[in-house]
């Protein structure tokens, strides 16, 4: 995900081959429980090095493994890989299935074992004191819905502003030729910083231990031992010492998202025990992941697809062109430069965008790999439709989200092709009439609570750079065939992808 090096990821080509295969294979893999035989159990890859199984072929290329796995075994099987075993899930039929079935299939353990393990939350916050369970996590859902997250989204645009007045005081010539993560992540990685925890956060100061941490995230989320992790461990902590002391400072929750002030406020006041300001800023630190973890990647997808497009970003423009000249007709007297914030959020609210929008779903479907992890609370249980598979207590499935929507079945043979205008009306259904299934943010109960300050928050940002900059490839550099080479697939299973090399830009303004 970002161009930060890290010191066992990048010095060894067969250790990033191992590490996707922890990654994915391995997410949840030490959960798995080898009960009684049982000669319903879902099938098993051949390999044919013991521990090793077939990790350097998920590795090497885990799309093409998990196609070509599902095409000989069916839509759900076992991989062994790297001493572990997991049982994933990779056709639409059968992830909804599970979804529905949200009392034998359950997503709490995973979600409570990520907070400790990935964030560093202690255990007595997260397993002994229900306030995490039985307040803090309905909160989100409550304060993130759609009805609640407009000031988010406002709060996002007024910052993302911000940053393109930082971003033109960069161009001091005709164009300024940089490169696109700089363009783009950073400063949409201050925007978003600033928006969740307030203006006032040192968000610059903590964009390379954030890129360090976020580096790590896949091998600690596969439970890697602290002595393959020291760097990580090293960033999280520096993110969770600036927390702590941010949140110790007077006024700090002026600007900040309710999300975080009203978490802030319940653990102190409400929790018994309360936490201390430590244990509030690894909650904090798990927030802010979740926001730029992903949102910072889904944006910068966005631009480097379309850049790799015949026609580049030129209908991008023509459609945010064609609508702000509509907006100007009917309000002549309006203000779209961003100085009357209350006007742009208006037009940005009610402008026609749907290439943009279909670009921003396409981007998601291509970038993005994640699992829905569901843990098995009881013996015999078995998935609607797949009634061949009989599944015990403790055993984890991996709802493997991206062969849903590489599923050639679903979006046609070229569904590993980036298209523009694929979710475009007539795209987004099937030949029956029911949607195409699209699950960038997860689904059921595990669904990313923050999707719609996601969604509504990249299609606003991303018009707005639109509106004030014009950005094109440097030719002075080769550039690949098409975006998606670009895509780091040694991170499956934990959200947007990062880029494997830089992507050159000139910008200029727009005028």
Not at 275 to 284: C, F, G, H, P, Q
Not at 481 to 498: E, F, K
């Amino acid at each position: 995900m970002s161009s930060v090096e890290t010191d066992m990821l990048d010095s060894n080509s067969s250790v990033a081959v191992t590490t996707t295969a922890v990654a994915g294979a391995v997410v949840v893999g030490y959960y798995y429980v080898i009960n009684k035989p049982n000669g319903r159990r879902p099938p098993v890859v051949p390999y044919t090095i013991p521990w090793l199984g077939s990790a350097i072929a998920l590795g090497n290329d885990p799309d093409a493994f998990f196609h070509e796995a599902r095409r000989k075994y069916g839509d759900i099987f076992t991989v062994q890989a790297a001493g572990m075993r997991s049982t994933y899930v990779t056709s639409a039929a059968a992830v909804s299935a599970i979804y529905r079935n949200s009392k034998s299939f359950v997503f709490p353990p995973t979600r409570l074992d990520h907070s400790v393990k990935i964030f560093d939350m202690p255990r007595s916050i997260v397993y002994d004191n229900e306030y995490m369970t039985e307040t803090i996590f309905p909160m989100h859902h409550r304060i993130l819905a759609p009805s609640n997250v407009a000031p988010m989204v406002d709060a996002l645009i007024k910052h993302t502003l911000d940053v393109v007045k930082e971003l033109n005081s960069e161009i001091t010539g005709n164009q300024w030729s940089t490169t696109l993560k700089e363009f783009i992540h950073k400063p949409i990685f201050k925007a978003i910083s600033a928006t969740m925890v307030g203006p006032r956060f040192p968000a610059a100061k903590a964009y390379e231990p954030f890129l360090i941490f976020d580096d790590y995230f896949p091998l600690f989320a596969a439970g890697a031992p602290a002595f393959l992790v020291q760097k990580g461990i090293r960033a999280r902590t520096q993110l969770i010492d600036m927390f702590e002391e941010y949140i110790g400072t007077s006024g700090w929750e002026e600007g900040a998202a309710e999300v975080i002030t009203a978490m802030a406020d319940g653990v102190r006041n409400e929790s018994q025990p309360p936490w201390t300001d430590r244990e509030l800023a690894a909650a904090i630190n798990a927030d802010f992941w979740a926001a730029n973890g992903n949102m910072s990647w889904g944006f910068f997808w966005c631009l480097n697809f379309m850049l790799h497009e015949p026609q580049s970003l030129a209908p991008l423009y023509e459609e945010i062109d064609a609508a702000r000249h509509s907006w100007l007709e009917a309000h002549p007297s309006a203000d779209l430069s961003g100085d009357n914030l209350t006007e742009l959020v208006e037009f940005l609210s009610k402008a026609s965008l749907p290439l943009t929008t279909s670009v921003i779903s396409e981007s998601l479907r291509v970038s993005s790999s994640s699992f829905s992890i569901r843990t098995v609370v009881e013996d015999g249980v078995t998935i609607s439709g797949f009634p061949q598979f009989e599944f015990s207590k403790g055993d984890v499935l991996l709802c493997q989200l991206r062969s849903v929507h590489l599923d050639q079945e679903v979006y046609g043979p070229d569904a590993a092709a980036f298209k523009p205008d694929r979710f475009l009306d007539s795209g987004i259904v099937t030949e029956g009439g029911s949607r195409k299934p699209f699950l960038p943010f997860g689904g059921g109960v595990s669904q990313c609570e923050g999707r719609h300050f996601a969604s509504k928050g990249c299609r606003f940002a991303l018009a707005v750079f639109l509106l004030n900059f014009e950005i094109k490839l440097d030719p002075s550099y080769e550039a690949p065939s098409s975006g998606s080479a670009l895509l780091d697939m040694t991170r499956i299973g934990t959200g947007v992808q990062h880029s494997t090399k830089p992507t050159h830009i000139l910008v200029s303004k727009r005028k």
